[in-house]
């Protein structure tokens, strides 16, 4: 008796998870749209950390007016008002009918929980800091950037009557993008077979720094100094900012037996012809640097790290790249369980890209507003190695160094990188952080949480 109540039950369940996900997605007239662009990160042993802009302003947060621009800028934005469901280990993206609400609290929120209200996003505050956190299941900086503006706006215009938007900046009565929702990774792309693709060695520089906990340092930069020295060699600022760090791991290991790689992550989305979906759309783009590169002026070396970020931005191969990520999506599709893709997925966890990685995440719209506005960081916490985290905003340029171990000799190498090139800087002392891990599944059992 008991074992039919028990799957009585579980039949009952299903059909409403059934009729949730038919029934919405991402815009109220969606529905049945599974996760695939950042099902990845849906695997994780113990969780996937959460993303972390912090935008510090010069005065107190006002709760009230930060409350009214969330509310506001959802109204924009219906698919971060959204929450996932899970059945068979699938992921479903549905409308969620609990509001995003703006909490004072030092404490970052556990995304997808019922501490949350399952949001995949979330906006606290404390302090003179607006944090918002949100899952890379869901989104990537890029995506999620606009709505970032989006608040800004509608909070400076409420707590200090700023009537600037700033060119770009999407307002809450302006309709959806063509193919602002759209999925990235719905089927595979042609492309030109017979192209040749750059091609790197397997083995690079691996940091020697012993795994020991998240660590962070902020340093800011004038922006038009920063510039004018990129200007100088010919580069952009992702190109600058690689071959000042590679160079500075150089001189800290002058011994490097294997090339030190820069990994860029880049945006895809013209490519896949999805320019302004919202759902993650990146890959990793390579820049090597070993003795022989290394003996080259600054100008050519600049102008090698263009022509290579190029061959990697080429249309067919960001579409070769996309179809090579398919593989993994179309594998974890094919498994009928959470736990069986999670098996998989296992294989990813302690894995780490070789030397560091650079997240350009580009120039913050602030418009007018920027005089009200400290400084804009982006952090998570639980990768392995060494990340930059690099943002423009208003007059200044920020990275942030992110890192799973606590030594500071890289930060500061790069900052006196910057010294050469007459860069005045700050640079913060060790910030040790967490950014907490999904609430999405009861681990503990392995099963979905009750949703």
Same mark, same amino acid.
């Given at each position: 008796?008991?074992?039919?109540?028990?799957?009585?039950?579980?039949?009952?369940?299903?059909?409403?998870?059934?009729?949730?996900i038919a029934s919405s997605g991402s815009e109220s007239s969606g529905g049945n749209e599974k996760v695939r662009a950042g099902q990845s990160y849906l695997y994780r042993k113990s969780g996937m950390e959460s993303e972390v802009f912090e935008m510090r302003f010069y005065a107190n947060i006002c709760g009230g007016e930060?409350?009214?621009?969330?509310?506001?800028?959802?109204?924009?934005?219906?698919?971060?008002?959204?929450?996932?469901?899970?059945?068979?280990?699938?992921?479903y993206i549905v409308q969620n009918p609990v509001s995003i609400t703006a909490r004072r609290t030092d404490k970052l929120p556990s995304l997808g929980g019922i501490s949350d209200g399952y949001h995949l996003i979330d906006v606290t505050y404390f302090g003179r800091s607006i944090y918002i956190s949100f899952h890379h299941?869901?989104?990537?900086?890029?995506?999620?950037?606009?709505?970032?503006?989006?608040?800004?706006?509608?909070?400076?215009?409420?707590?200090?009557?700023?009537?600037?938007?700033?060119?770009?900046?999407?307002?809450?009565?302006?309709?959806?993008?063509?193919?602002?929702?759209?999925?990235?990774?719905?089927?595979?792309?042609?492309?030109?077979?017979?192209?040749?693709?750059?091609?790197?060695?397997?083995?690079?520089?691996?940091?020697?720094?012993?795994?020991?906990?998240?660590?962070?340092?902020?340093?800011?930069?004038?922006?038009? !100094?920063?510039?004018?020295?990129?200007? /100088? =060699? *010919?580069?952009?600022?992702?190109?600058?900012?690689? $071959?000042?760090? +590679?160079?500075?791991?150089?001189?800290?290991?002058?011994?490097?037996?294997?090339?030190?790689?820069?990994?860029?992550?880049?945006?895809?989305?013209?490519?896949?012809?999805?320019?302004?979906?919202?759902?993650?759309?990146?890959?990793?783009?390579?820049?090597?640097?070993?003795?022989?590169?290394?003996?080259?002026?600054?100008?050519?070396?600049?102008?090698?790290?263009?022509?290579?970020?190029?061959?990697?931005?080429?249309?067919?191969?960001?579409?070769?790249?996309?179809?090579?990520?398919?593989?993994?999506?179309?594998?974890?599709?094919?498994?009928?369980?959470?736990?069986?893709?999670?098996?998989?997925?296992?294989?990813?966890?302690?894995?780490?890209?070789?030397?560091?990685?650079?997240?350009?995440?580009?120039?913050?719209?602030?418009? !007018?507003?920027?005089?009200?506005?400290? /400084? =804009? *960081?982006?952090?998570?916490?639980?990768?392995?190695? $060494?990340?930059? +985290?690099?943002?423009?905003?208003?007059?200044?340029?920020?990275?942030?160094?992110?890192?799973?171990?606590?030594?500071?000799?890289?930060?500061?190498?790069?900052?006196?990188?910057?010294?050469?090139?007459?860069?005045?800087?700050?640079?913060?002392?060790?910030?040790?952080?967490?950014?907490?891990?999904?609430?999405?599944?009861?681990?503990?059992?392995?099963?979905?949480?009750?949703?």
């Open positions: 008796m008991a074992n039919m109540f028990s799957e009585l039950f579980d039949r009952m369940e299903r059909s409403k998870k059934q009729q949730l930060l409350n009214r621009a969330l509310l506001e800028s959802v109204k924009r934005y219906p698919y971060f008002n959204t929450r996932l469901v899970e059945m068979d280990g699938n992921f299941a869901l989104c990537d900086g890029r995506g999620v950037k606009p709505f970032l503006e989006t608040l800004l706006f509608y909070y400076c215009a409420y707590r200090y009557n700023s009537a600037d938007p700033g060119e770009g900046i999407r307002k809450s009565d302006q309709p959806l993008m063509e193919g602002e929702t759209a999925e990235p990774f719905a089927g595979a792309y042609s492309y030109d077979e017979s192209k040749k693709f750059p091609e790197f060695a397997r083995e690079a520089f691996s940091l020697p720094d012993k795994d020991e906990g998240d660590t962070r340092f902020e340093l800011v930069m004038p922006r038009d !100094q920063f510039l004018s020295a990129c200007k /100088s =060699i *010919h580069a952009s600022p992702a190109i600058f900012i690689a $071959l000042c760090m +590679n160079k500075s791991i150089a001189g800290l290991f002058p011994d490097f037996d294997r090339p030190i790689h820069a990994n860029i992550a880049a945006d895809m989305r013209a490519a896949l012809d999805v320019p302004n979906t919202y759902k993650n759309c990146v890959r990793t783009l390579i820049l090597p640097y070993d003795r022989q590169f290394a003996a080259k002026p600054a100008r050519d070396q600049a102008e090698e790290y263009r022509a290579l970020l190029n061959a990697q931005r080429d249309r067919d191969c960001c579409r070769k790249a996309a179809n090579d990520m398919l593989l993994l999506f179309d594998k974890l599709d094919s498994l009928p369980s959470y736990e069986q893709k999670q098996a998989i997925m296992s294989f990813f966890d302690g894995m780490k890209l070789n030397t560091y990685i650079i997240s350009y995440i580009g120039d913050v719209t602030l418009g !007018q507003n920027a005089k009200y506005i400290e /400084s =804009i *960081h982006l952090y998570n916490s639980g990768a392995l190695g $060494l990340g930059l +985290n690099v943002v423009c905003c208003g007059d200044q340029f920020i990275i942030d160094f992110k890192q799973s171990f606590s030594s500071a000799a890289y930060a500061k190498a790069f900052a006196g990188q910057m010294g050469s090139y007459g860069i005045p800087y700050t640079l913060s002392g060790a910030i040790n952080f967490k950014t907490p891990t999904d609430s999405l599944m009861k681990r503990n059992k392995m099963k979905g949480a009750d949703k």
